[in-house]
């Protein structure tokens, strides 16, 4: 039996969740123990009925945790248990951390100095841009960006942080062998290489909505502070802003237009006291560990920095089947989304990415010519 199995086996035991576990390990001393105290000692332990406590002494499907962890190999991942040195710092603090992780890619010490951009699935153009040049202006500076590589702001965070050659961790509510959304199979493959894939699911678990509650109480544990862009009063990164404010982490926000709806969680939060971010300064001096960074580009905030200003590029943009579509004449959003017969995402996706290289421009009313 390896190590890591009595982890696993605790967490299969019916009932036994994270407060459960976390009251057993204090008790025992560690998960191997547990499985080897006498029924007397465990209904002591407040929580656990003798029907748990049975449950643990009778547990016998090891064969099957090994086989788990067989698969868990195969896909080029491993599970991190907390008694691991590299178990990030960051979400040991949090009320009753996750006994273990699953991981595709590699947790670093830096990662102790990281920060969250959360924000709505369907985020404007604004919004995209907004949270691309934060990240990448975190990234340059050396500071991991955390997400949960889901559509919109999400993707935007990690994409920024990439550009920059930065770490990103993404936070999965599914299984590493599920790639979810499916749209975002190249960063999928991308993040591992520059941080990590992370999930507290076991493998062939699928996106259920119930998991992305106990997903995004990670992305706030792993960050020292949480910046939110673009997102509604009752939302997933509600639920983010929440656990951050019981994990006692800093909560920042963007501002919008005062007329989009996905502005009004944002301008709350700031009503609220939340730090307004305008630029990547804004986050460090909220977050006074930050300044311990340095990143290849670590320096006092230029204006490239700010939400409104381009950061200019940072990697060479492959051949894209917009660029076709521009000219000196303005194109509108819809035009081009009907001419290049991709989803509208997608298309604000790539126009980010176009004008962080200075190829496009944005003019008002969402209309979009060739750079100069």
Not at 207 to 224: T, V
Not at 235 to 247: E, F, P
Request: with cysteine; charged share 20%; net charge negative.
């Amino acid at each position: 039996m390896t190590d890591k199995l009595p982890w696993l086996g605790l967490r299969s035991i019916p009932g036994v969740g994270l407060v459960l576990a976390q009251r057993l390990l204090s008790r025992f001393g560690g998960p191997a123990a547990v499985f080897q105290a006498s029924f007397r000692d465990l209904v002591t332990v407040k929580g656990i009925t003798p029907a748990m406590a049975q449950a643990i002494l009778g547990f016998r499907d090891w064969d099957q945790l090994e086989a788990q962890l067989a698969r868990l190999a195969a896909q080029g991942a491993e599970m991190i248990t907390r008694d691991d040195l590299r178990f990030p710092t960051l979400l040991k603090e949090i009320p009753y951390p996750p006994p273990f992780l699953f991981v595709k890619g590699t947790l670093a010490p830096e990662d102790d100095l990281a920060v969250a951009m959360v924000g709505t699935r369907g985020a404007s153009y604004y919004g995209l841009k907004a949270g691309r040049r934060l990240a990448g202006a975190l990234a340059g500076r050396g500071i991991t960006v955390v997400s949960g590589l889901a559509r919109g702001i999400d993707t935007a965070a990690h994409q920024g942080a990439l550009e920059m050659s930065g770490r990103t961790l993404a936070v999965l509510g599914c299984g590493l062998d599920v790639v979810y959304p499916p749209e975002n199979h190249q960063l999928y493959q991308e993040i591992p290489e520059h941080g990590a894939l992370v999930t507290e699911f076991p493998l062939s678990t699928s996106p259920e909505a119930r998991n992305f509650p106990i997903r995004n109480r990670l992305i706030s544990g792993l960050a020292l502070g949480v910046v939110v862009i673009e997102a509604g009063l009752k939302s997933g990164t509600a639920i983010t802003v929440r656990y951050a404010l019981d994990q006692g982490r800093e909560v920042l926000a963007v501002p919008g237009p005062i007329d989009s709806p996905t502005s009004v969680g944002p301008h709350r939060l700031i009503q609220e006291g939340a730090k307004l971010v305008q630029d990547v300064e804004d986050i460090v001096s909220e977050l006074p560990r930050l300044k311990k960074a340095r990143g290849p580009l670590f320096a006092p905030a230029s204006p490239g920095d700010r939400v409104a200003e381009a950061p200019g590029p940072a990697r060479q943009v492959p051949e894209d089947p917009l660029l076709p579509l521009l000219g000196s004449e303005p194109v509108q959003l819809e035009e081009l989304v009907q001419a290049a017969g991709l989803p509208v995402q997608d298309v604000l996706s790539r126009l980010t990415l176009l004008e962080l290289q200075g190829l496009v421009q944005e003019l008002p009313g969402k209309c979009f010519v060739l750079g100069n």
